[in-house]
């Protein structure tokens, strides 16, 4: 019996230890295997810590070698995963939250449901828009299609185990920055950079609350300076911290979850030469002394410069003219003729290798100050955001009839001799046609040639190249003066194609071409759209005679290591038109006729020397028509093509005060008077 009782003991005991034994090895299991990375990161972060050392982006210079955008030294801050104390963590997050929002200062939040409750969906765009975004975002989650804003927040306080110690709006500030923080694969490895750029004051205030804020850190590292405010910003763009969808494709090429890229304009295009090369310091803990030493460090290697064609006083100049002439033609016009002018565009070109010299358009915003004012520029009512002088469509209005002069001229159906007897009303097919003149004051141009129809905008003679060429042939022309069609300028994706019009492109609609429409295209109307630069490059095709440019913004990229040139960017010929001398010089006389006597001659009055140009309107959907010029300079050895656009502007007389400013700008600078030795060196 008592053998017996003996051997129960001993079943038991075994038992007991055998349970132990599973238990140890199934936790060690656990730690070592399950979570094994997590705890070696977190002990790796305890005892040694990689920090990188972050490169500077190479410069941004204009043609001269003058900055537009550098690098200055700002404060990153940081917050990062020290253990698996969830709570300890959404303290954390709400007093930074917090502290943010007091100081006046943004941090990311792409949580899509309004900051306070009631709780709401808040995407946005068109109601459409907002509708496939919120589709999107659920199925995305895997949530039920009629799932509530509110049932979302629940869900994240489940999720993110944010107890019911905090209120409503303090979940939501939470739940927002833990949403940033997972889809930036937050981790022990990975701390999450909550801002950059952030101002002494604020790191002050971190680091003197080093209990409320134990998991923030705080570095330094190099900041973009734009050095001229808002000069150039929808060219030079942006940068940002990367996204989850650009560090997928872009990990393999050594990005990190922190790092930051180019998003917009000439910081995204030329990324592969703006990024320079972290450096790392590997830093030990010595735990019995408490110390620390660099065991490993390699120097950070900066990024390229990059030298752009712009020319900044000419930038300058373009943006303030526009901005100053807008204003002007808003207050001095009559209701119905620029008085809700609001916005347009401006781009000159060096016309013989098709750089892009400046390229403006208003209104605008300051670069530096994208993320804090994001929101608010979405709600303007003339969006500052757009690009356009790349993303606007227009219609070129009588800008378009050089295109329909040199068709005429170039296919046989006119010469510069044949005079045309303008009656005023274009009568076609049963249908009525009429010039602007008569329209205005019952008169005709009288008898003209082709010059003169260019000098006076004759709306009855261009009625009749059309009707004489057909479609066909002007949208030939059209085309290879660039016209609707991709300018090869390297933000190829904010530019905008643009369109000519014709039977195919009405077919692609669903609409019908009737033989009258090849007649309103023939003067600028009917279904031509184009861009401000598109318009600027027919402009330059022009003028120096038939050859049609890629254009580029990029002129060099400069080693910041060697100092050396490391590309020489070269000019790239697109399409070449063997126009007749005496064909080109129609055209291009009647373009001086346009500036000396004709709609643009109030501007260039006091001009030093003679220019070309032609100006245009075009009428909207509602309000004043837009206001469009084109013009050159000098007319005798031409070096410079303008295109300007202004939304509502009136006419393109009042756009051409703009070229004018320009010009003036390009050939004389600041100089207040022109002298004839000054004058006759640009004729060398």
Request: charged share 25%; aromatic share 10%; hydrophobic share 35%.
């Amino acid at each position: 019996m008592e053998d017996k009782q003996l051997k129960n003991r001993f079943i038991i005991l075994y038992f007991l230890v055998f349970l132990f034994a599973v238990t140890a090895i199934g936790r060690l299991f656990y730690l070592q295997i399950i979570e094994g990375e997590n705890y070696r990161a977190i002990s790796d972060s305890r005892l040694a810590r990689n920090i990188p050392i972050k490169a500077a982006r190479g410069e941004i210079l204009d043609r001269y070698g003058r900055p537009l955008v550098t690098n200055r030294i700002g404060h990153t801050v940081a917050i990062a995963k020290i253990n698996d104390d969830k709570d300890a963590l959404n303290r954390v997050i709400l007093n930074i939250a917090c502290l943010f929002e007091e100081k006046g200062l943004s941090y990311d939040d792409g949580l899509p449901v309004s900051k306070e409750a009631p709780f709401s969906f808040s995407f946005t765009g068109s109601q459409k828009e907002q509708e496939q975004a919120k589709n999107a975002f659920i199925k995305e989650k895997n949530y039920k299609e009629n799932i509530t804003a509110e049932e979302v927040i629940k869900k994240y306080r489940d999720k993110y185990e944010i107890g019911d110690a905090y209120s409503e709006a303090e979940a939501r500030k939470i739940a927002g920055i833990r949403y940033e923080m997972e889809k930036r694969n937050f981790s022990s490895n990975n701390p999450y950079v909550f801002a950059t750029d952030v101002d002494i004051e604020t790191v002050t205030a971190i680091k003197e609350q080093r209990e409320s804020f134990f998991c923030v850190t705080v570095y330094n590292e190099p900041i973009r300076e734009y050095t001229s405010g808002t000069l150039a910003a929808h060219i030079l763009g942006r940068v940002g911290i990367i996204n989850q969808e650009e560090y997928s494709k872009l990990k393999d090429e050594g990005y990190g979850m922190n790092d930051s890229l180019g998003k917009q304009g000439a910081e995204k295009v030329f990324e592969e030469y703006l990024r320079g090369q972290d450096g790392t310091n590997s830093i030990e803990r010595k735990i019995r002394e408490g110390e620390t030493e660099v065991v490993y460090s390699r120097e950070p290697v900066p990024g390229n410069s990059v030298m752009l064609t712009i020319d900044k006083d000419l930038q300058w100049a373009a943006e303030e003219s526009l901005a100053r002439n807008i204003h002007r033609i808003a207050e001095s016009s009559k209701e119905g003729s620029g008085h809700d002018a609001n916005a347009g565009a401006v781009v000159a070109l060096d016309l013989n290798n098709g750089e892009i010299l400046a390229i403006a358009s208003y209104p605008t915003y300051d670069p530096a100050q994208f993320n804090r004012d994001y929101n608010a520029m979405l709600q303007e009512a003339v969006p500052p955001m757009v690009n356009r002088a790349l993303a606007g469509l227009y219609e070129p209005g009588s800008t378009f009839k050089l295109c329909t002069a040199l068709a005429a001229l170039e296919s046989g159906h006119t010469n510069a001799d044949e005079f045309i007897k303008t009656e005023g009303i274009y009568r076609y097919l049963g249908h009525d046609f009429m010039c602007n003149i008569y329209r205005t004051s019952q008169s005709t141009h009288g008898t003209i040639n082709i010059s003169q129809a260019i000098q006076h905008s004759c709306n009855y003679y261009f009625y009749e190249m059309g009707q004489r060429m057909g479609i066909e042939t002007i949208e030939d022309y059209a085309q290879k003066l660039g016209l609707g069609e991709y300018t090869g300028i390297e933000l190829r994706e904010e530019e905008e194609k643009g369109q000519v019009a014709g039977p195919v492109l009405r077919e692609k609609s669903g609409r019908p071409w009737y033989p009258g429409d090849v007649l309103q295209a023939a003067i600028g109307q009917s279904d031509n759209l184009f861009t401000p630069i598109q318009i600027a490059n027919y402009m330059a095709t022009l003028a120096n005679g038939g050859t049609n440019y890629e254009l580029r913004l990029l002129n060099a990229v400069k080693s910041n290591v060697t100092g050396e040139i490391i590309l020489q960017k070269e000019s790239k010929i697109k399409n070449q038109i063997d126009i007749g001398k005496e064909n080109l010089d129609a055209v291009l006389g009647g373009m001086q006729l346009v500036t000396s006597e004709g709609t643009a001659s109030a501007a260039f009055a006091d001009f030093p020397f003679k220019t070309g140009g032609k100006t245009g309107s075009a009428q909207v959907s509602r309000g004043s028509s837009n206001g469009i010029y084109v013009g050159y300079a000098p007319y005798e050895n031409p070096q410079i093509a303008v295109a300007v656009v202004v939304e509502h502007g009136g006419s393109g007389g009042n756009a051409s005060y703009i070229a004018r400013d320009v010009f003036w700008q390009y050939f004389f600078g600041a100089e207040d008077t022109v002298t004839t030795q000054s004058y006759n060196t640009l004729l060398q």
